[in-house]
């Protein structure tokens, strides 16, 4: 009898994996399957990236780099902060990485151990939950409220703050709800951990080029208060198309690089020195790509918020960021795990049900926007006939 480590074998598998995963088993039987599940642009990177990508497979750099990534990259990225917030973060802060999961994965071993709780939200990124508990940590969900336009209350964080507590997560704008957290929300929780300096925060704004009019972002990075112990996560995945390139970002007290420095030997080396020229390319180049999938996916939303409203038992809140929608579906009188299965086998409309998400994600819907015009339209035809045929409408 093999033993395996016991918080292996307690990790559930991401939902949207899992819906990707059923939904190409459909689609090649011939089922006309229509994804709104999974977490990526559906764009192309830009051209201009994809240049540099091809340069360097063919010039290099070929061989192992850096741990913690090429000194021009590094560069790019603090010129890229620093002019866009008006920080001063120094090129010796930035490590690169092979996504932007790894940051909050290394943040996780790094204050974890036994005794440690670390603070994430609910509904959230589900790999929190796991990361945390691979590091030893328990893992202290804090709400995220659609009531609050899926905000966060800083009293509440603030309230789940022992002696014990290391990290606490932040993610805005939010993967699954689309959330932005307000910027004053954000001055009363860094008021509040004045008292509390022994937690370190790590900012996950991977989606922070995806803010939609309205909406009032702002980077935890632009609050001195905190600086010393803020933890940034970004990347190149989503702002510039390139989720499948393996390439992110932390930005880490430096007091921190030389210990993730350390991790970064032991797990992966580095990164491939192609992608981090392709990296290279994308902060130094023309942000025009950007700035036009953003428009696209403003247009999206509205388009996927309107439609959803329609649907009979189900409301949605207008999201400030990110590519997804997160329907409240409680009135149509069905589980959202079960809604999201018969979606998916009787309409070919793949959905991920919120509960994968956290407990306070059940009665919701992950709807993920990076699909065409004609597709999103399509799929709430078909999400319209089935609800009309099927939902029971409480309340
Ligand atoms: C909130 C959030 N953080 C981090 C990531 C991970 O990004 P990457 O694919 O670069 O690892 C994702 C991806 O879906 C995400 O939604």
């Known amino acids: 009898m093999l033993t395996l480590n016991p918080w292996i074998t307690a990790i559930e598998e991401e939902g949207a994996f899992a819906v990707l995963d059923k939904a190409l088993a459909l689609k090649a039987r011939g089922a006309p399957v229509i994804n709104l599940g999974i977490g990526q642009p559906d764009f ?33 990225v603090a010129d890229h902060l620093n002019a866009r917030y008006r920080i001063a973060v120094d090129p010796d802060q930035v490590v690169i990485v092979p996504g932007g999961k790894v940051t909050f994965y290394f943040a996780c071993l790094l204050f974890g151990g036994p005794g440690a709780e670390i603070l994430y939200p609910d509904p959230g990124f589900p790999p929190y939950r796991h990361a945390i508990g691979s590091g030893g940590a328990t893992a202290v969900p804090y709400p995220i409220r659609e009531e609050r336009d ?3 209350d800083a009293d509440e964080i603030l309230s789940l703050i022992t ?3 290391r990290l606490l997560m932040v993610n805005s ?62 990347g190149w995945s989503k702002t510039f198309a390139m989720t499948g390139w393996r390439l992110g970002y932390g930005v880490w007290p430096k007091p921190l690089v030389e210990h993730v420095r350390k ?13 981090q020229m392709a990296g290279l390319a994308a902060l130094t180049g023309p942000m025009d790509e950007v700035r036009r999938m953003a428009e696209v996916f403003a247009e999206r939303r509205t388009l996927v918020v309107d439609g959803l409203n329609r649907l009979p038992g189900v409301t949605c809140r207008m999201p400030g960021g990110a590519f997804y929608a997160f329907p409240n579906v409680k009135g149509t009188g069905m589980g ?25 994600g059940r009665g919701f819907l992950r ?29």
């Not at 370190?200 to 600086?227: C, K, N, Q, R, W």
């Not at 709807?367 to 799929?379: K, L, R």
């Open 263 to 275: 991790l970064i030997t032991v797990d992966h080396s580095c990164v491939n020195g192609v992608a």
């Open 150 to 152: 899926f905000g966060f």
């Open 173 to 234: 704008p939010a993967n699954p709800t689309g959330g932005v957290v307000a910027k004053g929300e954000l001055e009363r929780l860094v008021a509040g951990l004045a008292d509390h300096p022994h937690v370190a925060v790590l900012s996950d704004e991977i989606y922070s080029h995806l803010v939609f009019e309205g909406a009032d972002f702002a980077s935890l990075t632009t609050f001195p208060e905190i600086a010393d112990r803020l933890i940034l996560l970004d």
């Open 336 to 360: 959202s795990r079960d809604l999201a299965r018969r979606l998916l086998d009787e309409v070919h409309v793949a959905l991920v049900p919120g509960e994968g998400f956290g407990d306070n």
């Open 44 to 76: 192309p990177p830009p051209a201009h990236v994809l240049d540099a990508a091809a340069r360097a497979a063919r010039d290099g750099p070929h061989g192992y780099t850096s741990p913690v990534g090429i000194p021009p990259l590094r560069e790019a």
């Open 367 to 395: 709807v993920s926007y990076a699909a065409s015009t004609g597709e999103i339209e399509e799929a709430l035809g078909r999400m319209a006939k089935f609800l009309a045929e099927h939902s029971q409408p409480v309340g």
């Open 163 to 165: 002696p014990r507590t």
